[in-house]
């Protein structure tokens, strides 16, 4: 499902989240977005996927424009950790699945116990690393058309997020999907990124091919990074 923005703006106060943002995300993409703290990058996220809304401009994802009830047509993992904590983990997958008609039970079991997560447990047991699995769980197990990953890999340990991300390409169906993920681990998801996007004091200051620039460039993902942000 496509995306287009076009000459967005958000505000919070007298504060710019967003300033002038025109993008278009095509269907079948994995697209990196990147940029330091308090950039953007989240609520770039939240208003294509309708949690928040835009002071000017306009946001479509496919023909709608985006708005809550697009949810359905889209998995979002926020980086907030917001979960019923007397539930057990599967109590959470199974809630999911009775809100989501695109929620694939199978999937999220098979993806929980790759991660070795105990089914179980109760969420408010879970170290803040496992907490953060659950949530990829509940997002990767949606047949979402697109798919939204706010900092995916935060607070896992290297190993568990090189696992994660080389387990990505299977849970996701790219092909179809247009999947959008705001991470501070440039290293990491590089291998698996179609494009990146770079994000600074509420603008779009970069769109590249990730394959056209390592060659262009013979420079890493995380180099040409700081090399942009030194300019």
Request: proline share 2%; with cysteine.
């Amino acid at each position: 499902m496509n995306i287009e923005l076009k000459n967005v703006t958000k505000k919070y106060g007298n504060q710019f989240a967003l300033k002038d943002v025109s993008l278009s995300l095509s269907s079948g993409k994995i697209y990196g977005l990147i940029g330091p703290n308090g950039s953007g990058k989240s609520t770039l996220l939240k208003i294509i996927g309708g949690l928040c809304f835009p002071d000017s401009g306009t946001v479509l994802v496919g023909n709608q424009r985006a708005e809550r009830t697009l949810l359905k047509n889209i998995a979002y993992l926020t980086e907030l950790d917001m979960f019923y904590e007397h539930f057990r983990v599967q109590d959470m997958i199974y809630f999911y699945d009775s809100q989501f008609a695109d929620f694939q039970l199978e999937k999220a079991f098979t993806i929980l116990k790759e991660m070795k997560i105990d089914q179980n447990k109760k969420l408010k047991q879970l170290s803040k690393g496992n907490r953060g699995k659950v949530k990829l769980v509940l997002a990767l197990a949606r047949d979402a058309p697109v798919v939204l990953l706010d900092e995916p890999l935060s607070g896992l340990d290297p190993v568990v997020r090189e696992s994660i991300v080389r387990s990505l390409l299977s849970w996701l169906h790219f092909e179809e999907q247009t999947v959008v993920i705001a991470t501070h681990e440039i290293s990491e998801v590089e291998q698996i990124l179609d494009e990146v996007i770079v994000v600074s004091t509420g603008q779009v200051i970069e769109k590249k091919n990730v394959e056209e620039l390592r060659e262009e460039s013979k420079m890493s993902l995380l180099n040409w990074y700081k090399d942009v942000n030194q300019k």
